[in-house]
T-cell receptor, first 111, second 112 residues
Framework: SQQGEEDPQALSIQEGENATMNCSYK?????LQWYRQNSGRGLVHLIL?????REKHSGRLRVTLDTSKKSSSLLITASRAADTASYFC???????????FGPGTRLSVLP | EPEVTQTPSHQVTQMGQEVILRCVPI?????FYWYRQILGQKVEFLVS????????KSEIFDDQFSVERPDGSNFTLKIRSTKLEDSAMYFC??????????FGSGTRLTVV
């Protein structure tokens, strides 16, 4: 399966600290995306990184992709209590393939 | 390991027809969701369901869509009059506490 798997499963940090979440996958991919889900709410798309990209930034978010290691990381800098949510990576193997979500990392940012 | 089951895996329907997509969430989960992914695009949230009612829905989830939990195990998505643009992969998901999703493997809907 090409399923993305996030690590750690749960992470607690203090407000202002950086949070790093990792995602590993098993097969070659075309794109990798990160999503956020607040408790009981729908998924929110955060960032997409293509297989030929190594790093992308969006505000306080930084995503890296290492295709040789089949892994990606999501860094949230200067975290806020509002960043408390579950974060998912999703991968797809190319055109005609749909995204497969990992189980997610539960991030708790304590005030 | 418990899993979310979706049936059918692929459905082809004619434009204007009604379709029902079926999902069996994990038995002790309380929150249920439908998402869709149009080929090559990102996954889009449709609706969330908790305590026998819709708790959130997106703009996509218009009057053509409805969800139901007809018994203690099934969670269905109905599209009343399908359009070509409804062709997509539809994912069901459930979670025990509003987070910690388990996704089903999806139903590919093709409207012709």
């Amino acid at each position: 399966s090409q399923q993305g798997e996030e690590d750690p499963q749960a992470l607690s940090i203090q407000e202002g600290e950086n949070a790093t979440m990792n995602c590993s996958y098993k097969t070659s991919i075309n794109n990798l995306q990160w999503y956020r889900q607040n408790s009981g709410r729908g998924l929110v798309h955060l960032i997409l990184i293509r297989s030929n990209e190594r790093e992308k930034h969006s505000g306080r978010l930084r995503v890296t992709l290492d295709t040789s290691k089949k892994s990606s990381s999501l860094l949230i800098t200067a975290s806020r209590a509002a960043d408390t949510a579950s974060y998912f990576c999703a991968t797809d193997a190319g055109y005609g393939q749909n995204f497969v979500f990992g189980p997610g990392t539960r991030l708790s940012v304590l005030p | 390991e418990p899993e979310v089951t979706q049936t059918p895996s692929h459905q082809v329907t004619q434009m204007g027809q009604e379709v029902i997509l079926r999902c069996v969430p994990i038995s002790n989960h309380l929150y249920f969701y439908w998402y869709r992914q149009i080929l090559g695009q990102k996954v889009e949230f449709l609706v969330s369901f908790y305590n026998n009612e819709i708790s959130e829905k997106s703009e996509i989830f218009d009057d053509q869509f409805s969800v139901e939990r007809p018994d203690g195990s099934n969670f269905t998505l109905k599209i009343r009059s399908t359009k070509l643009e409804d062709s997509a992969m539809y994912f069901c998901a459930s979670s025990p506490q509003g987070w910690g999703y388990t996704f089903g493997s999806g139903t590919r809907l093709t409207v012709v």
